[in-house]
């Protein structure tokens, strides 16, 4: 089975990855904020890259992709961008 990766939980995010789950998809998810992946199955930024099939984003910016694409490391990122 794949297992499908979201990163971003805002205004969108959350609810594409609700639906990816009540539709039966196996999805593990990565939100600076860890309130929003409440109920979900979070995981850290580098486990999304490592053991997802497919990887949906939903951020807010061309910086914060390009952080999460150049070092993996938007964990230590202020939670503001």
Request: net charge neutral; charged share 20%; glycine share 8%.
């Amino acid at each position: 089975m794949s297992r499908v990766g979201f990163i971003g939980l805002g205004n969108m995010g959350r609810h594409m990855a609700t639906n990816l789950i009540k539709k039966g998809e196996n999805v593990i998810v990565f939100d600076l904020n860890k309130s929003a992946a409440e109920g979900m199955n979070q995981v850290s930024l580098s486990e999304i890259f490592k053991k997802s099939s497919f990887i949906f984003s939903m951020l807010p910016d061309g910086m914060v992709v390009e952080k999460v694409l150049s070092d993996q490391n938007i964990e230590s990122m202020d939670k503001s961008c």
